[in-house]
């Protein structure tokens, strides 16, 4: 951010006064801003800069009084004094205000950091809120086509929602059950459980959050139908079950109780005829016949991660595995044809990781990439791919059906997290703990 200094720097060297204009992008928007140069400074209108940013300005008796529009800071500033006072403490501008053709000038500078507004020089770029500084994670997107946040550096729950221009957000929520949520197919709502298993519904418009239902079983992989009238989860202390609960009546009905332990990431398909989840599947412990301590064995042999399907519309039917391989599965996705994609990868870390396609046949085939795939979520339109290159550059792809693939987004730092709007034409980043938005290939950074 720039400080009193970029203003001396800018100083033009005349004493005369002279009227002007300098163009500053303003909340993302160019604007022209009438100045003066005065005993060697640039000075810009206190009346239009106040008005570009949204601020409430009024005369007073001896000079004027700023309020933001978010009502957090009050700047008072005396008519042809360098001292002014900001939320109640005393500062110093470099030079004093210039009452010019009726007209007050004032530092630019220091006039947008009083109001809570940041200022890059180098760019000439001022935005109404200065981004929010910290490290984030854990992105979600709402209907209004906000982005939510977590600042995994707080003291405290802190939530932050970020509008689609720098400076624009709010905290959200300081829940500290709701830092992560299963977001709704319409984006509305998002569901997360207490420490006591509640089941509880928060608003992703008001932040508003309320109980669902009464059961306060152990609810783990929360996933909605596309209609949002219910909720799926894997159930149980010991993650051996697949329930559902009703939106509207809050009742929760058994959907797969086979007694199998350690399932994960659930996945509902759009038309909610069939689920895939994850089996972590343990070693096996033998001993003899006397079940002596020293003749105790676990067998790994067949230890490791497989995806399982349920067809969910015929009466009794049993989980189908879909795989056999004992590599680590992560990010399992459904597909509009039916079919299922994940990434596998080494568990010793001695190959890559591949993106892997299990067809409605069964057929498994690579999904070819010229990265090494990292994450993976589906859409409407097929799959979002992010994954690194040789040259340790990250590279995030669209792949539609039919396997074409279009490029979304290059950047050499690293990228953490990728988050995916409910149209699949914007991206929402963690790059290095700062919050991005992508969109045409662009990057807008949201926090510092």
Do not use: C
Not at 171 to 181: C, I
Not at 216 to 229: A, I, M, P, R, Y
Request: charged share 20%; proline share 2%.
């Amino acid at each position: 951010m720039a400080t009193s200094s970029s203003v001396a720097a800018a100083a033009v060297k005349t004493a005369a006064v002279k009227e002007g204009s300098t163009t500053w992008t303003v909340n993302g928007t160019p604007v022209a801003l009438s100045t003066i140069d005065s005993s060697g400074y640039k000075l810009y209108s206190l009346s239009q800069v106040a008005g570009e940013l949204g601020a409430k300005l009024i005369l007073t008796s001896g000079g004027y009084e700023l309020n933001d529009s978010k009502g957090l800071h009050t700047v008072r500033i005396g008519a042809g004094a360098k001292s002014y006072e900001a939320d109640g403490a005393a500062q110093q501008f470099t030079v004093a205000p210039v009452i010019h053709n009726g007209k007050t000038y004032v530092e630019l500078t220091k006039l947008v950091t009083a109001l809570g507004g940041e200022l890059e020089a180098e760019d000439q770029t001022i935005l109404s809120f200065a981004r929010p500084e910290g490290q984030y994670d854990t992105l979600h997107w709402s209907a209004d086509g906000s982005i939510i946040a977590n600042k995994s550096d707080s003291e405290t729950a802190q939530l932050f929602k970020f509008s689609a221009y720098p400076g624009g957000y709010e905290v959200f929520s300081s829940n500290d059950s709701a830092l992560d949520f299963a977001v709704s197919a319409d984006q509305k709502w998002g569901a997360f459980t207490d420490e006591t298993g509640q089941l509880k519904l928060i608003s992703l418009t008001s932040g508003a959050i309320s109980p669902l239902g009464t059961d306060t079983s152990v609810k783990t992989d929360l996933v909605w139908s596309q209609d949002g009238k219910t909720i799926f989860f894997i159930q149980g202390d010991k993650q051996e079950k697949v329930a559902q609960i009703s939106v509207e009546t809050g009742d929760v009905k058994t959907v797969l109780d086979d007694k199998v332990e350690n399932k994960s990431e659930l996945r509902l398909s759009s038309d909610a005829k069939s689920i895939v989840y994850i089996v972590n599947i343990t070693g096996v412990a033998k001993n003899d016949a006397d079940s002596t301590e020293d003749s105790l064995t676990v067998d790994f042999s067949n230890a490791g991660e497989q995806l399982y399907k349920l067809d969910l519309e015929t009466k009794d039917a049993k989980p189908a595995a879909l795989t056999t391989a004992l590599d680590n599965k992560l990010y399992p996705e459904i597909l509009a044809s039916g079919g299922v994609v994940y990434l596998s990868a080494d568990p010793d870390g001695n190959t890559v990781n591949t993106l892997k396609s299990i067809g409605a046949d069964g057929a498994m085939t690579d999904i070819a990439l010229d990265v090494e795939a990292a994450w993976s979520a589906a859409v409407a339109t097929g799959l979002i791919v992010s994954g690194t290159a040789a040259d340790g550059s990250i590279s995030i792809y669209s792949i539609d059906a039919g396997g074409n693939k279009t490029l979304l987004f290059h950047t050499t730092e690293d990228v953490s997290e990728v988050s995916v709007s409910n149209d699949g034409s914007k991206l929402a980043v963690v790059s290095d703990g700062r919050v991005l938005l992508i969109q045409n290939g662009k990057a807008v950074q949201l926090s510092k």
